[in-house]
């Protein structure tokens, strides 16, 4: 089984970037996919972007796209989601999530298609 933990969220100016990072406890295969969602308090958690480890595609909300990256380092095994131009809508706790095998297209935005998931990470924007 593979464990996810989040790293890297804080507090920043409105238009800044940031890159959230997730380690991993095993190297996910390249047959599968992995995911970022998150979450304000009071809401549901939603998502962000998602990837097929195969390359066949990623996906975007529509309020990231243009945005927020996410990518892996193939030597170290790292989940990475790169956001550029933080607004103040983005503010949440972030979330990786991954699974060993592959998701429907039709299912990539669903959180529970992924079997696992980090704890999550803070991200604020200032005023």
């Known amino acids: 089984q593979v464990q996810l933990v989040e790293s890297g969220g804080g507090l920043v100016q409105p238009g800044d970037s940031l890159r959230l990072s997730c380690a991993t406890s095993a190297r996910t295969t390249n047959s599968g996919t992995m995911g970022w969602f998150r979450q304000v308090p009071g809401k549901e958690r939603q998502f962000v972007t998602a990837m097929k480890l195969t390359g066949a595609g990623t996906y975007y909300a529509d309020s990231v796209k243009g945005r927020f990256t996410p990518s892996r380092d193939r030597a170290t095994n790292m989940l990475y989601l790169q956001m550029n131009g933080q607004r103040h809508t983005d503010p949440a706790v972030y979330y990786c999530?991954?699974?060993?095998?592959?998701?429907?297209?039709?299912?990539?935005?669903?959180?529970?298609?992924?079997?696992?998931w980090g704890q999550g990470t803070q991200v604020t924007v200032s005023s």
């Open positions: 999530e991954a699974t060993r095998g592959n998701v429907i297209t039709s299912s990539i935005r669903h959180m529970g298609e992924y079997d696992y």
